[in-house]
C-alpha cells in the first residue's frame, strides 16, 4: 500500500469535534432574589403593617440626635450672644410689650388660646383620632405621622430646653411650665398636630371644603397660641420661632422616613 492510500484511509475517519464530558453539566438553579419588606407589606391586612421598619426608626433616632444638638447649640448662641446684643434687648421689649396690654379678659382668652396646644389636649385628640383614621383610611400611617411627629418633637424640645436652660422672660409668668423658654414647646407641638392634622387630609381627600377648613385650622391655631404664649410671657420671640422652625422639621422629618418605609410610594397612595 502506497504512502497516497493510507493518507485516503486517514481522511475517512471521522473525529468527533467535541469529547463528552464524563461529569454532567450543572442544572441552573433559580435562587430568588431578597424581597424587599415593602412589597411583603402588600399581602398582610393592613392593620399588620406597621407605618416604619428597623431602618426608618434608625434614621430617626440619627436625625433625632443631629436636630438636638442643633438646638442646643442654636440656644448656647442665643444665651451668651444674642441676649446681650441690640437685637436681643429689643426681642425682650416685645415681651414688655405684651405684658403693658394685659387686662382680665385679655387673660382669660390667652389662657384658653394657648390650651389649643396643651398636653391634656393633644393626648386627648389623638384617643379620638387613632380608631376614627383607622376606619376611614385603612392603615396606621395617618395617625403615626401624629402620633410620632409629636414624640420626636417633644423629646428634642424638652432635652435641649434643659440642656439650654434660657430663662423666661422678665415679665410675671400667666402660666406654669417645668421647662424653660427655648424653644417653645407649646408652639412645636401646636405646629406637629395641627399642620400634621391638614396635611393627613391633603393626603386622603381632594374635597375642595375639606381642605380649606383644616388648611385655616392650620394657619389659625398656631397664630392664636403663638400670640397666647407670647402675651402669657412665657416665651421670647424667637422663642415662638424656634418652636415653629421645630414643628415643621419634625413633620419633614416623619414624612420623609414614612415614605421610605413604602418603598417611596407618596402617602397619597391609598395602600397602606
Not at 393592613?46 to 428597623?54: D, E, G, I, Q
Not at 437685637?87 to 379678659?105: I, K, L, M, P
Not at 390650651?115 to 391634656?120: D, K
Not at 421645630?246 to 414614612?258: A, E, K, N
Request: with cysteine; net charge positive; aromatic share 10%.
Amino acid at each position: 500500500m502506497s504512502q497516497t492510500d493510507l493518507d485516503r484511509d486517514d481522511a475517512s475517519i471521522d473525529v468527533p469535534s467535541t469529547v463528552p464530558s464524563a461529569v454532567p453539566s450543572a442544572v441552573p438553579i433559580d435562587v430568588p432574589s431578597a424581597v424587599p419588606i415593602e412589597a411583603m407589606d402588600h399581602q398582610k391586612p393592613f392593620w399588620k403593617v406597621p407605618p416604619l421598619h428597623k431602618p426608618q426608626v434608625k434614621s430617626l433616632a440619627v436625625m433625632w440626635a443631629v436636630l438636638t444638638a442643633a438646638y442646643v447649640l442654636i440656644g448656647l448662641a442665643i444665651v451668651h450672644l444674642w441676649e446681650p446684643s441690640g437685637a436681643g434687648r429689643a426681642d425682650a421689649r416685645v415681651s414688655q410689650w405684651f405684658d403693658d396690654q394685659r387686662t382680665d379678659q385679655r387673660n382669660n382668652l390667652a389662657t384658653h388660646g394657648s390650651a389649643f396646644s396643651n398636653t391634656e389636649t393633644k393626648i386627648a385628640l389623638l384617643i379620638v383620632l387613632c380608631p376614627l383614621m383607622l376606619w376611614m383610611y385603612r392603615r396606621w400611617h395617618d395617625w403615626a405621622f401624629l402620633a410620632i411627629g409629636l414624640v420626636f418633637e417633644v423629646t428634642v424640645f424638652f432635652t435641649s430646653s434643659k440642656i439650654v436652660r434660657r430663662e423666661r422672660p422678665h415679665v410675671e409668668q400667666l402660666d406654669t411650665a417645668p421647662t424653660f423658654s427655648w424653644p417653645s414647646g407649646h408652639i412645636a407641638a401646636c405646629v406637629v398636630f395641627y399642620v400634621g392634622l391638614a396635611t393627613v387630609v391633603f393626603w386622603n381627600t381632594k374635597s375642595r371644603l375639606a381642605r380649606v377648613v383644616f388648611a385655616t385650622i392650620a394657619v389659625v391655631v398656631p397664630l392664636v397660641v403663638i400670640t397666647s404664649r407670647l402675651y402669657l410671657g412665657m416665651h421670647y420671640v424667637t422663642d415662638a420661632v424656634g418652636g415653629v422652625v421645630l414643628g415643621i422639621v419634625t413633620l419633614l422629618i416623619v414624612r420623609h422616613q414614612l415614605i421610605a418605609a413604602r418603598g417611596g410610594r407618596p402617602m397619597s397612595d391609598p395602600r397602606p
